[in-house]
């Protein structure tokens, strides 16, 4: 009743690291499980498939998270490499050099009904990716109150997404309220000094006149030649 437990490990099975921090089913029932320094690896029940940096194109081999598309391709959120989708086949990388993410740092990746993907960074925020056009949701342009995501998951075209600090974000729709920059208002500065025309009958009658005293050149006093006796008392 209690059923038959198994454990794989870095011992027993091709894993490259003990310690696992995501599993999830692709399409087609295959397996793939995250790992942390060991890549990622694919299992079938019966048989093991590891990809890392040193025998693939993944980016890095700490793994965080593990989304299947409609398309099947596998969406790995890297530690540091940014997202690398594979289809079985290929690798193709995003990260912050060649596209509009915010952080290489990847925690969960979460995708819609619509096929978007939500990708949470570890400091920058919700990356939102329809398969052209990138849009980040974070801490100064929204009201997402954590730029640290934690995890997410979709419940019924809603997404919900734990942070770090400041509880569960609740979003529905396309995406949180973004809130547009606020430009600074441009405040007219009077100017210190007004001009005044050199007609004295524009000059307004509360007005005081200073009259303007040339400066004289300073007088140098030159010591008097003086002549001293000085008497001898003897």
């Known amino acids: 009743s209690n059923g038959m437990w198994k454990t794989y490990n870095d011992e027993n099975s091709s894993l490259l690291s003990n310690k ?8 087609k029932d295959m397996i793939w499980v995250g790992t942390q320094g060991g890549g990622v690896a694919s299992f079938d029940g019966k048989n093991w498939n590891v990809y890392t940096e040193q025998n693939s194109k993944l980016t890095n081999d700490y793994i965080y998270s593990i989304a299947v598309d409609d398309e099947n391709k596998k969406w790995i959120g890297t530690g540091g490499g940014g997202v690398v989708v594979f289809n079985d086949i290929y690798f193709v ?3 912050t050099v060649n596209s ?16 978007n993907k939500w990708i949470g960074t570890y400091i920058g925020g919700i990356n939102k990716f329809d398969g052209t056009n990138w849009t980040t949701y974070d801490f100064q342009n929204s009201n997402v109150p954590d730029d640290e995501i934690t995890c997410m998951t979709m419940h019924k075209n809603t997404l919900y997404i734990g942070t770090e600090r400041s509880g569960i974000i609740k979003m529905t729709g396309s995406g949180p309220v973004v809130t547009p920059p606020v430009e600074a ?19 307004p009658a509360e007005a005081t006149i200073i009259p303007v005293v040339a ?3 300073a007088t140098i006093l030159k010591p008097e030649n003086k002549i001293v006796l000085v008497m001898d008392a003897a």
Do not use: C, F, S, W
């Not at 740092?105 to 096929?115: K, V």
């Not at 208002?185 to 000059?203: H, K, M, S």
């Open 20 to 27: 696992v921090v995501y599993i999830t089913k692709d399409n």
């Open 93 to 95: 990388n995003h990260g």
């Open 100 to 115: 509009m993410l915010t952080d290489d740092n990847i925690r969960p990746i979460a995708i819609d009904r619509d096929g």
């Open 185 to 203: 208002p441009v405040i007219p500065v009077a100017a210190a000094a007004t001009a005044i025309e050199e007609n004295p009958d524009n000059i």
């Open 215 to 217: 400066e004289q050149p």
